[in-house]
C-alpha cells in the first residue's frame, strides 16, 4: 500500500557532500515523524536524524553541524544533506517514515530499500 523509494547515495571523498532524498507513495492519509537510519557492516542500525511533522529536527551527536534533514510534506519527502563525510559514514542508509494508510486508524513504520554511501579517506 505505500512505498518509500529513496535515491542519491554513492561514493565519495573524505570532506565531500552527498543528498539523500526519500518520497512516500501510495495510499496515505497522513505521515508522521520521518527519519534516516544507518547501518554500517557488522553493527547495528542506528539513527542518524529525524524530522517531525511540524519539522522539529534531531540528530544524532557525531552528524550535528554537517548533516541537515528537511521534508515537503505536501510531496512527502525527506532530504538528508550531508557535508563534511567522514569515512566513519559509510554505511547503507535507511529512510523511514510513520504512516497512516486509509483503511487503518493507526500509523505503521515504513522503510525505503536502503541506499549504499561509501566515503573514501
Known amino acids: 500500500q505505500v512505498q518509500l523509494v529513496e535515491s542519491g547515495g554513492g561514493l565519495v571523498q573524505a570532506g565531500g557532500s552527498l543528498r539523500l532524498s526519500c518520497a512516500a507513495s501510495?495510499?496515505?492519509?497522513?505521515?508522521?515523524?520521518m527519519g534516516w537510519y544507518r547501518q554500517a557492516p557488522g553493527k547495528q542500525r542506528e539513527l542518524v536524524a529525524e524530522?517531525?511533522?511540524?519539522?522539529?529536527?534531531n540528530y544524532r551527536d557525531s552528524v550535528k553541524g554537517r548533516f541537515t534533514t528537511s521534508r515537503d510534506n505536501a510531496k512527502n519527502t525527506i532530504w538528508l544533506e550531508m557535508k563534511n563525510l567522514k569515512p566513519g559514514n559509510t554505511a547503507v542508509y535507511y529512510c523511514c517514515a510513520g504512516i497512516q494508510v486509509w483503511s487503518s486508524f493507526f500509523a505503521t513504520d515504513y522503510w525505503g530499500q536502503g541506499n549504499q554511501v561509501t566515503v573514501s579517506s
Open positions: 501510495g495510499r496515505i492519509f497522513s505521515v508522521n515523524a
Open positions: 524530522i517531525t511533522s511540524g519539522g522539529s529536527t
